[in-house]
């Protein structure tokens, strides 16, 4: 909340009689001059049916009135480019640091038009900008009297809101895409000697074949039997070589050396023998 801290910070004294008097005249000359801007609005929108038609059947007479007096006369109008008709009547506004989500920003008069308040409030700065452009065609045509009818600004009118319109419809539903048809027939693609050669290297051969083929009334080798089988292999040679560290004193370190390694190099050909 904004707290306006002017009067506390004034010396709070009187004005002079002279002083007051000039200050109430400005103020009612400030207020005939808004009184007599407001008939001289009110006779020209009264007018803008024959001076413009075509702007008028885009944003109404009220607005197209306002943009006749800020701009100047039609023909000042028709010079504008639509980035500049899009601000005429802004005003700066003051957030005092609050966010400008919720603020119409770059919007002067085109904000009260009809179809500006029709449209929804995510769209409404696309429509600003259509409403701008499509204005400014519609000044420049009658600033030339190319139709006095107004029946440029009905179309105009009608593209507009015809695109609002579409803006507004669902995007269109992914479609699934279709799998292609299957063949019957082998597709002819030579593999060469190369791919030939690498499918050899990697196929199943007859001794992988046999080893995982599983035979009928044989009990099968379990994992728990395979590790069992070389746990026991394990302690009876390390037996072996506790009792020859009694002759040999290096018997520990040429077991850790070369007969370790040499055990687990053997566990693939025990599983193998074991049909595991």
Known sequence: MVISVTASTTSGKPLSKENLNKTIDACDRALALDLAKKKVLDFVESRMGYIAPNLSAIIGSTVAAKFMGIAGGLSALAKMPSCNVQLLGAKKKTLAGFSTTTSQFRVGYLEQAEIFQSTPPSLRTRACRLLASKSTLAVR????????????????????????????????????????????????????????????????????????????????????????????????????????????????????????????????????????
């Open 141 to 276: 045509v009658d600033s030339t009297r190319g139709d006095p009818t107004g029946k440029a600004g009905i179309n105009l009118r009608d593209e507009i809101l015809k695109k609002i319109e579409k803006w507004q419809e669902p995007p269109p539903a992914k479609k699934p895409n279709p799998l292609p048809v299957p063949d019957s027939e082998p597709k002819k693609k030579r593999g060469g000697r190369r791919l030939r050669k690498m499918k050899e290297r990697y196929a199943v051969t007859d001794m992988m074949k046999l080893a995982k083929r599983m035979q009928f009334g044989v009990p099968e080798a379990s994992s728990l039997v395979l590790m069992q089988n070389i746990n026991t292999l394990f302690d009876n040679f390390k037996g072996f070589v506790s009792c020859c560290s009694c002759l040999l004193p290096n018997a520990n370190y040429i077991y850790n050396m070369y007969m370790f390694p040499l055990m687990l190099a053997l566990v693939p050909y025990v599983a193998t023998k074991l049909n595991f």
